[in-house]
């Protein structure tokens, strides 16, 4: 049997993140984004576990998302699909009972004349110009929606990686003005970050989604975010590599003293990035193993040295994880723990506790 990466899910980590991050807006409802399959943990699993732990709100990106959590959650939990919904997918997005989220005042126009009693959500843009309705065109919004309200309304933090960032206030102000003028809906305004900062964010309903899965900005005092998977990847060979060697494609690693190498079943084709080439490293019980050389397809070299006894072929070096936490490796492939675990492929398995 061939040796595969395999990625450990902790769904108990996630719901005890779940748990913390909404201890931190007490107002609040605590919600869930598991878009892009609860970022690469797998959306059918953590919206059961979540779901088991209380959770009655959940966003995703797509309608087929939402479809599967709606398959795992049941009938009652309210499931927001942030990027709205085609027209071909209204039948089924009524009948499923998910909330598309409106971002123009086109879409509101024929989501009201079609499905007039279906809930809604609308998405106004604070300053993200990204998606969602302008500021200046909600009294329009008001005045189009006056017979049939949204549902939620929802806004989306710029920077709020950043809790100095002024920002952060300026939309939180701007959000809770335009928020009055609909009542009956339920406010939706921050993601991690926004938990994170002090004050009072919350809303109605809070929507953290890479917090739950042990990455994001750095946290407050107090709460250290726990690892939503442990990527591991088995070791195929070692070898005891002579110095003025080099190692991999390009050979643009050069040892400069001898070397014990481990190769292990994990590349850029099972979405571990290729920029981590050099930089990146795994645990191996304990200890930081550099990878060393290029990482290819399928294969990645570290230098096992300092680990030398437990490196045996079958043996599993930790990429993320309790050893390895994600924003570290993520930074050291020049990206963020989003693209990271997002990005993993169907190769990693994924295995359940
Ligand atoms: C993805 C997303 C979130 C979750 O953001 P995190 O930074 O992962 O917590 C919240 N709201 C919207 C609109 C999103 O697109």
Redesign the pocket.
């Known amino acids: 049997m061939s040796l595969h990466p395999r990625a450990l899910v902790h769904l108990e980590n996630i719901v005890a993140n779940w748990r913390a991050i909404g201890a931190m807006q007490p107002g609040a409802e605590a919600g869930a ?1 598991v ?1 892009a399959n609860a ?1 690469g943990h797998g959306a059918g699993q953590v919206a059961k576990a979540l779901h088991a732990a209380g959770c009655q709100t959940f ?1 995703v ?1 797509y309608v087929e998302e939402g479809m599967e959590v709606r398959g795992v959650v049941g009938d009652g939990p309210d499931i927001l699909v ?1 990027n709205g919904a085609s027209e071909i997918e209204r039948i089924e997005v009524e009948k499923l009972r998910l909330i598309p989220v409106l971002n123009s005042l086109t879409d509101l126009d024929t989501w009201i004349k079609y499905a007039r009693s279906s809930p809604y959500a609308v ?1 106004i843009d604070t300053g993200m110009n990204r ?1 969602g309705i302008r500021s200046e065109d909600v009294p329009a919004l008001i005045t189009a929606s006056r017979d049939a309200p949204p549902a939620h309304i ?1 806004s ?1 933090l710029v920077d ?1 990686d950043d809790p100095a960032c002024p920002l952060n206030a300026a939309q939180r102000q701007t959000f809770s003005e335009l928020a009055q003028h609909f009542p009956t809906a339920r406010k939706s305004l ?6 994170y900062i002090c004050g009072d964010f919350g809303f109605d309903v809070i ?6 899965y042990g990455g ?1 900005p750095p946290a407050p005092a107090g709460h250290r975010p726990l690892p939503g998977m442990t990527l591991e990847a088995p070791i195929l060979t070692v070898q005891h590599a002579k110095a003025g060697e080099s190692v991999g494609y390009g050979a643009t690693h050069k040892l400069t003293v001898p070397a014990t190498l481990a190769t292990v079943a994990l590349g850029y084709g099972d979405g571990f990035p290729r920029s981590a080439s050099n930089n990146g490293y795994a645990s191996l019980g304990g200890t930081p193993c550099p990878i060393v050389g290029r990482v290819s397809m399928d294969l990645i070299t570290i230098d096992v040295s300092a680990a030398r006894d437990l490196a045996k072929p079958g043996v599993f070096a930790q990429f993320i994880g309790p050893e390895v936490p994600l924003e570290d490796q993520a930074k050291r492939a020049g990206t963020v723990g ?1 693209e990271l675990v997002t990005g993993l492929g169907d190769r990693v398995r994924r295995i359940y506790d």
């Open positions: 984004v878009k970022y966003f990106a942030f998405h998606l929802m989306h709020s921050s993601n991690t970050g926004g938990c929507r953290p989604g890479i917090g739950l994001g989003y």
